[in-house]
Structures are given as structure tokens and as C-alpha cells.
T-cell receptor
């Protein structure tokens, strides 16, 4: 079963615009991670945010976490064509040694 | 420094056959996790190996089994293949479990005819 639910399922924007993806989950977590996957390739880790953190930045990426609402968002600023990929959130559930992935957001950046 | 490597990259089998997929973790990593990713879906956790033992298992039948060797490399075995087993199988490695970022290989694309 998949805990994380990403929204929207697909997003198409113009190069230079900002892209926001949201993730909701159901149980208590230790941390939440965001990954990127280019077509036909493996996943690449982007950022990890712990349950006691509210916001984290890495380059053009900004992640927020609201544990009271069990939700997270990933913001990509000043998007580039190379950002075209699928983005997944993954939760590290308390008491379990496994990551649970959502179904992902397919992001397309149009030149 | 080599990342996670998986072999083979592609595989075609028929129903009822058995398959073995292989994974070499990133240098220095001791934990290997396997995931199944159907087309258009997110990865589904199969199981995790640490210190040559299965530490956690997802909702997969006993047809799915694995092994971790002393050098931390791992194998995923699937018996009695079904059409529904067609998917991308991903291996991820990390140091000491899933609290750290996972490093993924590019996967094995398994097609069942």
C-alpha cells in the first residue's frame, strides 16, 4: 500500500516559473524524503526533512513539513527544462524499517 | 566511487519461470532495500537486508525472496512468475537503514510474457 499521495498527479509549466508539489500521508513519521526520477532511470534523493523540522532548503528546492496536517510540499523555483521528471515523496514510518512512496507528480517544463 | 549497480538491465521471462536479480550497493553502504515499480506508479517496498538478514518485509508473497552476502551485495529471487510481476525492480542502498537518504540503481526491467 502507498501512504503518500501526491498532488497534482501531473503538472506542466513554462521554464522559469515555480513548481509546487504536495504530499499527504497517514501515519506518524520519523522523516519525509523527496526523490526525482527521470524516465527509465532510478530515483535520485533530493532532500530529507525530519519530523521536528518545518522547512528545509537546498539550492532551488524548498520543502515544508506540517506534521499536524500530515502534509509536505516541494517547491522548485526558477524551473529549467532539466527539471522535467517524476517527483515522489517517501515517508519513514515510525516503528517500521521501510520507506513508503506516493504515486508521484509528473512535472513537465516547457521551453 | 561507483554507485549502486544492478544486473541485468532488462530481462524477459515467461509465466512460471524463476528469476534472480542482482545488486551491488554503493561503496561503504551496508543496507540494501528492494522495490517493485509498476508503470506509472511509485515504488513499492519488497524487503530490506542488513547484516545478511531480512530486517523488514513489505506486502509481497513468499515467491519473493532475497539474500545479502558478506560483501553487502544482494539478490532478489522471484519464483513462479506471474504476468503481474512485470515491473521495474529497483535496489537502494544506504548506511544503517532507511533513516538516511537512499541511493538507487537504475533498476532491472522485467517483462513477463
Amino acid at each position: 500500500s502507498q501512504q503518500g499521495e501526491e498532488d497534482p498527479q501531473a503538472l506542466s509549466i513554462q521554464e522559469g516559473e515555480n513548481a509546487t508539489m504536495n504530499c499527504s500521508y497517514k501515519t506518524s513519521i520519523n522523516n519525509l524524503q523527496w526523490y526525482r526520477q527521470n524516465s527509465g532511470r532510478g530515483l535520485v534523493h533530493l532532500i530529507l526533512i525530519r519530523s521536528n523540522e518545518r522547512e528545509k532548503h537546498s539550492g532551488r528546492l524548498r520543502v515544508t513539513l506540517d506534521t499536524s496536517k500530515k502534509s509536505s510540499s516541494l517547491l522548485i523555483t526558477a524551473s529549467r527544462a532539466a527539471d522535467t521528471a517524476s517527483y515522489f515523496c517517501a515517508t519513514d514510518e515510525r516503528g517500521a524499517q521501510k520507506l513508503v512512496f506516493g504515486q508521484g507528480t509528473r512535472l513537465t517544463i516547457n521551453p | 566511487d561507483a554507485g549502486v549497480t544492478q544486473s541485468p538491465t532488462h530481462l524477459i521471462k515467461t509465466r512460471g519461470q524463476q528469476v534472480t536479480l542482482r545488486c551491488s550497493p554503493k561503496s561503504g553502504h551496508d543496507t540494501v532495500s528492494w522495490y517493485q515499480q509498476a508503470l506509472g506508479q511509485g515504488p513499492q517496498f519488497i524487503f530490506q537486508y542488513y547484516e545478511e538478514e531480512e530486517r523488514q518485509r513489505g506486502n509481497f508473497p513468499d515467491r519473493f525472496s532475497g539474500h545479502q552476502f558478506p560483501n553487502y551485495s544482494s539478490e532478489l529471487n522471484v519464483n513462479a512468475l506471474l504476468l503481474g510481476d512485470s515491473a521495474l525492480y529497483l535496489c537502494a542502498s544506504s548506511l544503517e537503514g532507511i533513516r538516511q537518504p537512499q541511493h538507487f540503481g537504475d533498476g532491472t526491467r522485467l517483462s513477463i510474457l
